[in-house]
Structures are given as structure tokens and as C-alpha cells.
């Protein structure tokens, strides 16, 4: 199947940073990404739909000044976590999908541990 | 909005014997099912995918069924081995997938 890598697989970091973690496509064009989140022994909650060169579109109750999602081109969309804090910290998963394609990939996921 | 319901939350058994994972849906609409196993700490492992219009696929000891008017998909797994200890997630496929809540499995060796 198709490869979707995640950067960085592990990240700790401080309450009030910002934090940056990356969603690429290695063998295919992801015109739409999504971004999930997880927290411990829950299920994977959507965040947001990114397409490719528009705004994403957030899920209700997600922050999108606070989660910023840019799908720049069509092998990578990268999420921001600005000024994290504690209760960020999840396991967060991409999924990409390419055009005309309806299975999704997904990403090994990025955990998030603030400080 | 679509929901997806897995049953059981949590499911104990002893090695080598054959389970059933279940999974419901709301809304009938969907691209396809996908079954999911996710270790402790780990990201996603696709196990099998059932598009809308087919009606269950088979790998190795795992075969999963799809029912579209019912909003129904099991897994099937055979001879349960302690290694398939993990939790078991379903996901329908439209616009959006969304995810189950899982099923976490723990064979007893």
C-alpha cells in the first residue's frame, strides 16, 4: 500500500511552545489529509480536513487558532500546536488520501508529550 | 453524522480459540470499512479493507464481513495466538472516516 510518514514520531516539549509535526506522502499526491488525535485508551478523534492549497476544515470544539494546519503542497501538511500546554499532549495520527482514491493511509503517528 | 459503535469494549480469551469483533454504523452511505490493529504506544496497522461493494475479505487467520443495509462489519478472527493481543479498531469510510471506540483484546497464552 501507500506510504504516509509522520515527523516527529516523539516530541517533548515545554507548556507555551510551539510545536510542529509533519505529514508527508512518499509514493502518492494526498489531495486531502486529515488529522486525528488520541488520547490514552480512547479512540481516534477527527481534528481537521486539509485540501491541498485552501483552509482546512476544522471539527467542531477543535481550536483552529490553536491547531494550525497548512497543506501547502501534495505530499505534505504539517500541524501546529501553538502554545501547548499539558492537556495537549496525545498521540496524534495523519491519514492521506489521493484524488479520486477512497482508501486512506495513515501516518505511524506522532506523540505529543507537553511539559 | 455518522457513529460508529464496537462491541465488546474488551474481550479476554484463551489461545486458540476463534472470536468475533463487532462493528455498527449509522449511516449506510460509505466508501468502505477498514479494520485496524493498534499496540499499546503504536500507530495504526491496516488489517483489511471491505470496499461498499463487497461483502467481507480474508487475510490469513482474519476475515471480515460487511453488511451495508444493517450497518454491520465483524471481524473473524481464527485460532486467536497471544501476539494478536491488541486493540482492534473499525473505521467507515465516507468523506470522513470515523472511527470506533475499539475492542482490546487479550489472549491468554
Known amino acids: 500500500g501507500a506510504v504516509v510518514s509522520q515527523h516527529p514520531s516523539w516530541v517533548i516539549c515545554k507548556s507555551g511552545t510551539s510545536v510542529k509535526i509533519e505529514c508527508r506522502s512518499l509514493?502518492?499526491?494526498?489531495?486531502?489529509m486529515f488529522w486525528y488525535r488520541q488520547f490514552p485508551k480512547q479512540s481516534l478523534m477527527l481534528m481537521a480536513t486539509?485540501?491541498?492549497?485552501?483552509?482546512?476544515?476544522?471539527e467542531q470544539g477543535v481550536e483552529k487558532d490553536k491547531f494550525l494546519i497548512n497543506h501547502a503542497s501534495l505530499t505534505l501538511s504539517t500541524l501546529t500546536v501553538t502554545s501547548a500546554h499539558p492537556e495537549d499532549s496525545s498521540f496524534y495520527i495523519c491519514?492521506?488520501?489521493?484524488?479520486?482514491?477512497?482508501?486512506?493511509?495513515f501516518g505511524e503517528g506522532s506523540r505529543l508529550t507537553v511539559l | 453524522k455518522q457513529e460508529v459503535t464496537q462491541i465488546p469494549a474488551a474481550l479476554s480469551v484463551p489461545e486458540g480459540e476463534n472470536l468475533v469483533l463487532n462493528c455498527s454504523f449509522t449511516?449506510?452511505?460509505?466508501?468502505?470499512l477498514q479494520w485496524f490493529r493498534q499496540d499499546p504506544g503504536k500507530g495504526l496497522t491496516s488489517l483489511l479493507l471491505i470496499q461498499s461493494s463487497q461483502r467481507e475479505q480474508t487475510s490469513g487467520r482474519l476475515n471480515a464481513s460487511l453488511d451495508k443495509s444493517s450497518g454491520r462489519s465483524t471481524l473473524y478472527i481464527a485460532a486467536s495466538q497471544p501476539g494478536d493481543s491488541a486493540t482492534y479498531l473499525c473505521a467507515s469510510g465516507g468523506f470522513k472516516t470515523i472511527f470506533g471506540a475499539g475492542t482490546r483484546l487479550f489472549v491468554k497464552a
Open positions: 486539509s485540501n491541498e492549497g485552501s483552509k482546512a476544515t476544522y
Open positions: 509514493d502518492f499526491q494526498a489531495t486531502t
Open positions: 449511516d449506510s452511505a460509505i466508501y468502505n
Open positions: 491519514s492521506a488520501r489521493g484524488s479520486g482514491v477512497r482508501e486512506l493511509f
